[in-house]
């Protein structure tokens, strides 16, 4: 028989993160399983049935390969010697064991968080067997969806979802076995979790907490390894500090995640730290820095390639964010006509879908209308804004403090 290299099972060791070595050892498991007594594969046997030297392995291999990739030996690339051989015997399963791909799985009931949960799948995460990439894949499926109600809706039914999610992905961390690759991959989405719970608890009126969070997220990024993890969790950090006016550690922060190679190279990521960046610049009195870095971020955001989008948790950062960056900016510079002409084109630019950011900068708008005296417009632009399908306390405190100003400044009779 000629040898043929044994693509298909190459390819499911990669996609699985096995190792040579870590197969076999999957296999001596699951084989002590099925016949009572420990395995005797070694990586050796595994090179020989990639490269083609054994194209249908013993039986004692061939049965924990099936059940440890929940698929015939024939769809695992292996070619049988006659019809005979192709028969292979069925030992009983072990009871009260639950089958899936791969490995036995278990699923958790929905909790309270309910809607947002259910619907995109997160109890389907496995916490038990071994994860593949593409488990990691599913699961930054799910949250790239989750991430994309943000704008819409704003922070407050997302911060029970995110938090809920972070503790099913710890389950898997430590009930889960997996390869390298995979377990940098965890973090790395655990790390997005808590950036998306951080945002929400902000965007919900509880700064302490976000605080914690997106502390937590550059503790997950770093495990990781991942300089675009890390880049938005010092980028979400810089942020948390400049609400409460620590305005020069903002600075620090950003500059720090913009000193990280592959931050500044991707130009969504590289277009944001620089926005920010500016922000803090103006709230420090440096106003050259401040008009640097809005320009470096528009010269990055303008290397952007269309045809590939940028990651859905930068989905908000669109031309219409960019105007509404350089508003915040001009506003902490004291140039209050160039903000609330930055502000008007953010809203001019803003998609009618995001509801939740329309309603932020026309609030932006109506205070920057008060600054500069324009009461009757203030008021035009506050009883336009629709914040009741909303959950973000940030913009309803707020849009309550811009409408308690205007009563106060009612003409009175």
């Known amino acids: 028989m000629d040898r043929q290299r044994n693509v298909v099972l190459e390819a499911l060791l990669a996609e699985y993160d096995f190792t040579h070595q870590g197969l076999a050892d999957e296999v001596n498991r699951v084989a002590e399983d099925l016949f009572g007594r420990p395995g005797d594969c070694g990586d050796r046997h595994v090179r020989r049935w990639i490269s083609g030297d054994v194209r249908w392995p013993w039986t004692r291999y061939l049965l924990p390969l099936e059940r440890i990739f929940d698929r015939p030996a024939q769809a695992l690339g292996f070619v049988p010697r006659g019809k005979a051989s192709a028969n292979l015997p069925r030992p009983p399963r072990p009871a009260q064991q639950e089958e899936g791909p ?11 968080t309910t809607t947002v949960a259910v619907a995109l799948g997160i109890d ?3 916490t038990s ?3 593949s990439m593409s488990d990691v894949d599913r699961i930054h499926e799910r949250i790239d969806r989750m991430d994309a109600h943000f704008p819409s809706i704003g922070g407050g039914p997302l911060v029970s979802v995110s938090t809920g999610y972070i503790a099913r992905l710890r389950e898997a961390l430590d009930g889960c076995t997996y390869g390298e690759r995979v377990e940098r991959a965890l973090h790395g989405a655990i790390s997005s979790l808590y950036a998306s719970a951080g945002w929400a608890c902000h965007d919900s009126g509880d700064p302490e907490q976000a605080a914690l969070l997106h502390t937590a997220s550059l503790q997950s990024a770093l495990l990781a390894a991942d300089p675009s993890a890390t880049a938005r969790a010092w980028s979400n950090l810089a942020l948390q500090a400049r609400l409460e006016g620590r305005h020069r550690e903002a600075v620090q922060i950003t500059r720090a995640a913009l000193d990280n190679r592959r931050a500044r190279q991707d130009p969504h990521i590289a277009a944001l730290l620089h926005a920010r960046l ?3 610049q103006a709230r420090t009195s440096d106003r050259t820095g ?4 809005l320009l470096a971020a528009e010269k990055a955001y303008d290397r952007a390639d269309t045809g590939r989008p940028a990651p859905t948790w930068l989905s908000f950062l669109t031309p219409a964010e960019l105007s509404g960056l350089a508003a915040i900016t001009h506003q902490g510079l004291g140039h209050y006509d160039h903000a609330e002409a930055a502000t008007v084109q953010a809203l001019d630019l803003l998609p009618p879908s995001m509801r939740r950011n329309r309603a932020y900068y026309s609030v932006q708008l109506a205070e920057l209308q008060l600054a500069r005296g324009e009461r009757e417009q203030a008021a035009a632009t506050v009883s336009a804004i629709d914040a009741s399908s909303l959950d973000s306390r940030r913009i309803t405190d707020r849009l309550a403090t811009v409408r308690h100003t205007l009563t106060a400044q009612e003409p009175r009779p």
């Open 124 to 126: 389907q995460t496995p």
């Open 290 to 293: 401040a008009a640097r870095s």
């Open 278 to 280: 500016a922000i803090g």
């Open 102 to 112: 791969v490995h036995r799985r278990r699923f958790i009931t929905a909790s309270a």
């Open 129 to 131: 067997g071994r994860l």
